[in-house]
């Protein structure tokens, strides 16, 4: 139990495009969706929360406005990378936590690695 | 300073023997704590939740928690090859989780 998928599981795209990443709980409804970044060796950096039906909690530093997050329903979110540059490859990965999965744990997507060239 | 510390590692660990991992919080509010694996290139992978002081086995791991000590460990008995990973420790803070940096592990035969 507790599966969440992600979508693409890569993609390169180029400088100025936007690319949308999807994330889906499979067997459990999905309340509170998280949207992380990891670069190569470093930690992983929260960047949004986001509640089904409600705009989404960004971190500091982070522009609302190149990451858009939507949470329509209670089993998928996405994240649009828009006007995506070089600087914003990373490795992306959500997590997701709701009734069903026995507590407060985060489930974590298999992850999109992004390349922008 | 950090509000989930790990010691970075790598801790080597011989094949077979008992892999120790640490981490400390300072946010007493953290109720809940996590152990997540990570392996290189992927995503991570929940082991163990731990919510009241104590142990909790489960398989090969067992996990500690003291909230007196803002202390919460995890063992990993008999250590396998398959073992080596960066191993993350995490509290939960009013429904955010807060990641330590990660202990990388490898297991060697």
């Known amino acids: 139990g507790a599966v969440v998928s992600q979508h693409p599981s890569w993609v390169i795209c180029k400088s100025g495009t936007s690319v949308k990443i999807e994330c889906r709980s499979l067997?459990?409804?999905?309340?509170?969706m998280f949207w992380y970044r990891q670069f190569p060796k470093q930690s992983l950096m929260l960047m949004a929360t986001?509640?089904?039906?409600?705009?989404?909690?960004?971190e500091q530093g982070v522009e609302k406005d190149k990451f858009l997050i939507n949470h329509a329903s209670l089993t998928l979110s996405t994240l649009t990378v828009t006007s995506a540059h070089p600087e914003d490859s990373s490795f992306y990965i959500c997590?997701?936590?709701?009734?069903?999965?026995?507590?407060?744990?985060?489930?974590f997507g298999p992850g999109t690695r992004l390349t922008v060239t | 300073q950090k509000e989930v510390e790990q010691n970075s590692g790598p801790l080597s660990v011989p094949e077979g023997a008992i892999a120790s991992l640490n981490c400390t919080y300072s946010d007493r509010g953290s109720q809940s704590f996590f152990w997540y694996r990570q392996y290189s290139g992927k995503s991570p992978e929940l082991i163990m939740s731990?919510?009241?002081?104590g142990d909790k086995e489960d398989g090969r791991f067992t996990a500690q928690l003291n909230k007196a000590s803002q202390y919460v460990s995890l063992l990993i008995r008999d250590s396998q090859p398959s073992d080596s990973a960066t191993y993350l420790c995490?509290?939960?803070?009013?429904?955010?989780?807060?990641f330590g940096a990660g202990t990388q592990v490898v297991v060697t035969p």
């Open positions: 995490a509290g939960d803070s009013w429904g955010k989780f807060q």
């Open positions: 997590s997701a936590s709701g009734t069903g999965t026995g507590g407060y744990e985060q489930y």
């Open positions: 731990i919510y009241s002081n």
């Open positions: 067997d459990f409804q999905a309340t509170t």
């Open positions: 986001s509640n089904e039906g409600s705009k989404a909690t960004y």
